[in-house]
């Protein structure tokens, strides 16, 4: 996410170098175990030590820090045991693989009278000592890492608004169908044990007291095998929620008077949170007990006691980090489920959090009372690139109980887990014959979810990385769980090849479809018997139809061939500013063809005879997309030009044709965040207004106007911080000692060249930047030496801008547009001359003034399009724009309020005629003409 700013920000290296991050409240907890190493600077054999232990131990000081070893907890002897005692395999079988796993180094460690503790749920070991120690333990042959134990810092909940209630029953959980479930089945979850790994749990809250499985039948309490304080923060060793969110996620799930999903569960809760933080220790901790439950000092473990479902409404940063892999690995083995929320990163693609991007976790999006994706709500893809979420559930406005005995609406991700986990805990009380099968049970959520379309982050129409299967159906999860049901598999192929991305729709009995793997294959895990039509479809191919009748346990097969539909071939250019352009999307709307444009901007693909529209989509913004109507009824040839894309003063950019040119004097300009100020060699056109100084920094930005070294790129044009600027490589970059910035000068050619500069933190991605400024105010940027993911622009702006920030042009803002010597030229437009408006005018504070007038350039009189002035000469306002050369011009001041209110001068039009070159400048009075 990028965030408003202006300047640098002198925390800015305390929290870019933070590897555990967290929310709480507002939905998702966030950790991470993974360390600052990078795994380049380690041979294939030895561990690697993150930069951040190193230097806890520097001076001869102590300092805590995790060694992960090479080996995983062996769970194979824990296969073939069935119900309760699963849990109870898995605990002997990961014991008595992480005690052999971790021998030596407990004996190292023993001997050298150091302070440790080991988990045997993950061969992960925590330890506290110094430098010695430390290079003893990552000399070890059994440590793949030593990696820092870092302390996350917690935000306060995000609340909520209030939602009407839908008779006596919360909106969220009359709206996944929990109440009929009650009512029709006389299900609410008895029988079930529910957990939470979370920030404790209110056990003697009203809502919450009745179903706590520590209160006996004489009303007393016993907390041990019910309630576990790994880190021993709660007084008297007695349960405790000193955040809330606990509270809040159990009541959802096991709340009575409305406000919980299934109220007959019993629960039991673990604080994987020590407040407003979470530390490894307590996550692993709390992990360890879910298994295999303990007395409240830990000692003592009973397997039998384990919980049916754990809900965990903490995730770490977006992606994949691997460090809770092995504690969710023993939960599904016991036959726990997993149910976790999806992250609060949201609305971007590529944000779903660890472990809910788990591919063996069953995550949760969050939907508000609309039935809409909430904005927060973390996207997929997960883990190898499955869909995240698995489905979506309420998460906006969630009312439930939090410590006090009182109730609140709280937002996040985090409150739509507990509504998938309590679903699990009806199904599993509905069906006692699917308790522990989490499989099948994954199934049913899978199937009975209601599609919800989004597939602007991949996926397909009913499973996509927004909604994930759909929306939550708990009432349908149920019935499907309580009818006869089979299976239905097969392969889809096509002129005998597996095909990928079919559709097959099934009705009858039930209503299903399903999209074919890479292998051509589908499968339907768990349909009510009867008799149902199967339908295919696939694009290029015409349709299929056939029966098929499923039976109670009973698993069919069905192989469906395609044939190929009568097609034809599509080819041509896309061409830009009288060129061909490479690496354009070429796409059939509402079809899966889509091509790139090669080297020389020709396309060529197949479509079925019949009408489309054709979208050609430029690599980079410097052209506009365009769209045509298209009939296929055998081959063409179908040539597209695009138009080129322009700022209000008339830019226009397209790819470089002149070569990178190196700079030949190197600038005292070295580190992070840093800036110089230089003598142009020759005034610099720039938005009308000639440059002769200009200041360049580190993080690849020219500019004319005051000095900035921010490293956090945005999107052009923005009000906000550098302006009047050139963004050859607008990122976080670093001139290390095997980088420099240097410059070199013609008559009419002016070079500043980044050489070989390289991303923060990575010290392996880097790349070369120069950019090539020309007396006619022609700007050219060109790159080389690109090595790894960021040189690619994925986290940089390129453009230009003007001094009010305005008005500008971006080539790409955090887009993967560079490659080996790629550049872009920006050129400002022919018979342009430069127009500024002086205007005398007393304003109150909160007042702008602007100009308006008949051109484009000046809005066509629109007051949401006019340009604005400056105040820094007050009370007269400045500012500018290009205007067409020997123009007649109409034009007006105008004020805004604050709350948009908009007056104009009175009087007529000013009018002028724009001269054949040079400038236009007014110096007038409001009012006055």
Known sequence: MRHDRSGPDPRRKERRRRTATALIGAGALLITLAGAPNPAHAAPNEPTVAAAVTEAVEGGRDATFWVVLRDRPDLAPAGKAKGKARAKAVHDA????????????????????????????????????DAALLAEVAARPEVKAVLPDTPVTLPAPVAGAVQAAVDANEWNVDRVGAPRVWGERDVRGQGIVVANVDTGVQFDHPALAANYRGRQADGTVQHDYNWFDPAHVCP????????????????????????????????????????????????????QWIVAPTDRNGQNPRPDLAPDIVNNSWGGASGFDPWYSDVVRSWVAAGIFPAFSNGNAGPGCATASTPGSYTDTYSSGATDVDNAIASFSSRGTGQDGGVKPDLSAPGVDVRSSVPGGGYASFSGTSMASPHTAATVALIWSAAPGLRRDVTATREILDETAIDANDTSCGGTATD??????????AYAAVDLALRPA????????????????????LTGAATRSATTGADGGYRFGRLPAGDYRIRVTAFGYDTSETGVTITANDASD??????????????????GAGAGLAGATVALTGTPVTVTTGADGGFRLAAPVGDYELTVRPPHSCFAAVTRSLTVSGDLTLDVPLTQNTDRYGHSCAP????????????????????????????????????TRAWVSTNGVIGFGTVSSAYMNLAVPSALEPNDTLFPLWDDLIVDDQAGVWTAATADTFVVEWRNVRFYPSSADRISVSAILHADGTVTYRYRGLTGTR????????GIENATGTDGLAYGVDTPILT?????????PANRIAATFNVNRTTWYGQHVFVAGNLPELGEWDPARAVPLSADGYPVWTGGTGLPANTAVEFKYIVKDPDGTVTWEPGANRTTTTPPTGRYVTHDTFGEH
């Open 94 to 129: 990961a014991r008595a693989s992480t005690a052999r796993h971790q021998s030596g180094l407990r004996k190292l460690l023993t001997a050298r009278k150091a302070r440790f503790e080991q988990f045997w749920i993950a061969d992960t070991v925590k330890v506290t000592g």
């Open 791 to 798: 040189a690619t622009g994925t986290s940089a702006t390129i």
């Open 558 to 575: 069905v192989d469906v061939a395609l044939t190929a539909s009568r097609s034809g071939v599509v080819s041509g250019q896309v061409s």
């Open 486 to 505: 089979g299976r239905l598999t097969g392969t889809v192929t096509g002129a005998d090849v597996p095909l990928a991305g079919a559709t097959v729709t």
């Open 820 to 828: 080996e010597g790629a550049g872009v030229t920006f050129r400002p």
């Open 464 to 473: 996509n990385n927004v909604f994930g299967q759909g929306r939550l159906d």
């Open 656 to 691: 470089a044709t002149e070569e990178y040119r190196a700079g030949t004097d190197l600038l005292a300009l070295t580190g992070d965040d840093a800036a110089t100020e230089i003598t142009l060699p020759f005034a610099v056109p720039h938005y009308g207004a000639a440059r």
């Open 236 to 287: 008297g060793a007695n349960p405790c929620d000193n955040n809330g969110h606990g509270t809040h996620t159990m009541g959802t799930m096991a709340g009575s008077g409305g406000i919980g999903v299934a109220p007959g569960v019993t629960w039991i809760a673990a604080k994987g949170c020590e407040s407003n933080s979470c530390s490894v220790a307590a996550l692993l901790g709390a992990g």
